[in-house]
């Protein structure tokens, strides 16, 4: 069974022998009996509900192949109550974090012939660029590129793919009715279509999710990110995971202390913002900001703790 459009939650029934056994004999005292009782599917869903406490909980990315390889998967506790499961995710898994995302609603035009020869050079052109910044990238840009998982394939390599078969597709003009976005914890904002304006071509947002990834899955980058909550923000985080990045700076979800309303300290994801002292033109001097704020923060915490 599914609590939202990211989760899946399965349960399989648990018994032990004694029961198992018991279960046999009603079994055989029913076959023999001539007013048979059947259990309903119904009934047999809520027995293996209310009989088990343990469960597999699913999260899938949210994005338009649903992710399919990309599903994280473990073990949890759970109660019901009043007919609905009540879901213990310990601290620090994966389920508790929510990546940020658009969603829009639209009309979808057929283009003409003419129009879609030249999407399809726009978008060649496109991928030849990427392509080759890629190659011309310097050491320290094409190690954090390389860093990125086997499965963060480059928009350029998954464009490629199309084009080579692009009798096997239709391409149409997405028009814009309306974009909300939905931030880190869920919540959605509205905004308008006047506020939807094309966004200024750069280099950055080509390279943006192997950046991402590369630096995610650096833990000496990580360490950098949770030095930057430190230093900049003045609390301290046990993780940290690059969320977004752009000309300006990044968003980083960090797991940070928190004070509830039993004045009781517990972990959670938060989402903190970091703006360079200048704007980045391309992936190097992204790149070089990040390296430079990291030097930064490093020779700050140096100079008051003595280690320096």
Not at 139 to 155: D, K, Q
Request: net charge negative; proline share 2%.
């Amino acid at each position: 069974m599914g609590f939202a459009t990211k989760k899946g939650f399965f349960i399989k029934p648990v018994r032990h022998f004694s029961e198992h056994l018991a279960c046999i004999a009603e079994m055989r005292q029913l076959k023999g009996s001539s007013k048979a009782v059947a259990l309903s599917v119904a009934e047999r869903c809520k027995n293996i509900l209310a009989s088990n406490w343990q469960a597999h909980l699913n999260t899938i990315k949210a994005d338009s192949k649903g992710s399919k390889e990309d599903i994280y998967t473990s073990k949890v506790h759970y109660m019901l109550r009043r007919g609905r499961p009540y879901i213990w995710i310990p601290e620090g898994e994966l389920h508790n974090t929510f990546s940020a995302r658009v969603a829009l609603t639209g009309d979808l035009i057929a283009l003409k012939e003419e129009k879609v020869h030249r999407v399809a050079e726009s978008l060649r052109e496109s991928i030849l660029m990427e392509y080759n910044l890629a190659n011309q990238a310097s050491y320290t840009v094409s190690a954090l590129l390389s860093s990125a998982g086997a499965s963060c394939r480059s928009r350029c390599e998954n464009f490629l793919e199309i084009l080579g078969e692009s009798d096997k597709y239709a391409v149409y003009k997405f028009d814009i009715n309306s974009c909300t976005y939905i931030d880190g914890s869920g919540r959605a904002h509205d905004l308008d279509n006047e506020e939807i304006t094309a966004p200024k071509a750069d280099e950055i947002s080509l390279f943006t999710e192997k950046l991402i990834d590369g630096i995610n899955q650096s833990q000496a980058r990580r360490r950098a990110l949770m030095l930057f909550c430190f230093e900049y923000h003045n609390t301290s985080a046990r993780d940290a995971l690059m969320l977004s990045i752009d000309q300006k700076g990044f968003d980083i979800l960090a797991k940070v202390p928190e004070v509830d309303s039993n004045q009781n300290q517990q972990y959670n994801w938060k989402e903190f913002r970091f703006t360079f002292k200048e704007e980045a033109s391309d992936i190097e001097s992204f790149c070089r900001l990040l390296v430079e704020l990291e030097e930064e923060a490093l020779e700050s915490v140096k100079s008051y703790s003595g280690l320096g």
